[in-house]
C-alpha cells in the first residue's frame, strides 16, 4: 500500500513557474515509478510526466516538454513537478501517482495509487 499527497498547487499568472511535491509514504519509495496527471474541467484525466525509481529516466507529454520537469527525492521520498512558462490551458487538477513497478508508466492502468490532486489555475 502507498499513500500519496500532492501540494504546491496555487494561483498563477501566465509564464509564472510553480512547483509541486508528492510526498509518498509505506511501500519503499525507491521500488516503484512515479507519475503526474492532469485533469482540466469536462475533459478526461491525461497524462503529464513520468520517472523511473531511480530518477534515471523521464518522458513527457508534447504539451509540457521542455517547459515542465519531472525529478524525484528518494531520500525524502518526494517526487517534483517543476512547471515554468505556464499557460492558461496548464489549469487544472494535477494528480501524483505512484507505479506498479520501477519503469516509468504513461497510461493511468500503469499507476496503481493515486493522491487527491492540487489544483492549479494559471490566469492569462
Known amino acids: 500500500q502507498v499513500h500519496v499527497v500532492e501540494s504546491g498547487g496555487g494561483l498563477v499568472q501566465a509564464g509564472d513557474s510553480l512547483r509541486l511535491s508528492c510526498a509518498a509514504s509505506?511501500?519503499?519509495?525507491?521500488?516503484?515509478?512515479m507519475g503526474w496527471f492532469r485533469q482540466a474541467p469536462g475533459k478526461e484525466r491525461e497524462f503529464v510526466a513520468t520517472?523511473?525509481?531511480?530518477?534515471?529516466?523521464?518522458y513527457y507529454a508534447d504539451s509540457v516538454k521542455g517547459r515542465f520537469t519531472i525529478s524525484r527525492d528518494n531520500a525524502k521520498n518526494t517526487v517534483y513537478l517543476q512547471m515554468n512558462s505556464l499557460k492558461p490551458e496548464d489549469t487544472a487538477v494535477y494528480y501524483c501517482?505512484?507505479?506498479?513497478?520501477?519503469?516509468?508508466?504513461?497510461?493511468?492502468?500503469?499507476?496503481?495509487?493515486w493522491g487527491q490532486g492540487t489544483q492549479v489555475t494559471v490566469s492569462s
Open positions: 501517482a505512484a507505479g506498479l513497478g520501477r519503469s516509468m508508466g504513461i497510461m493511468k492502468r500503469d499507476y496503481a495509487y
Open positions: 509505506g511501500r519503499t519509495f525507491s521500488t516503484y515509478g
Open positions: 520517472i523511473n525509481w531511480s530518477g534515471g529516466s523521464t
